[in-house]
């Protein structure tokens, strides 16, 4: 199973900044890739981006730039960080490793004035 719990979301503004959380089993964290997900209301799920587990990184065109993933190997969590949020930026994100199915909740974004 994956054990992962997204935490951080809410309501920003149009060029606003939030940080999301994932919080990884020990099991799980360090060993494999982890991803940042997100989903737009009928939209598809696409992939963010990614971090191994030495701390490379790789992002969709469309967040380059704007956001950064990083982890915290002492805390077992892995972080979103967005800045100048879209509207097109909205949608459920989920932290997964890539190439799993057991999704969790995620948490919602919202960028709206």
């Known amino acids: 199973q994956v054990q992962l719990v997204e935490s951080g979301g809410g309501l920003v503004q149009p060029g606003g900044s939030l940080r999301l959380s994932c919080a990884v089993s020990r099991r799980i964290f360090g060993i494999y890739v982890m991803g940042w997900y997100r989903q737009a209301p009928g939209k598809q799920r696409e992939l963010v981006g990614t971090i191994t587990p030495i701390g490379r990184t790789n992002y969709a065109d469309s967040v380059k730039g704007r956001f950064t993933i990083s982890r915290d190997n002492a805390k077992n969590t892995v972080y979103l960080q967005m800045d100048s949020l879209k509207p097109e930026d909205t949608a459920v994100y989920y932290c997964?490793?890539?190439?799993?199915?057991?999704w969790g909740q995620g948490t919602q974004v919202t960028v709206s004035s």
């Open positions: 997964n490793v890539p190439g799993w199915t057991n």
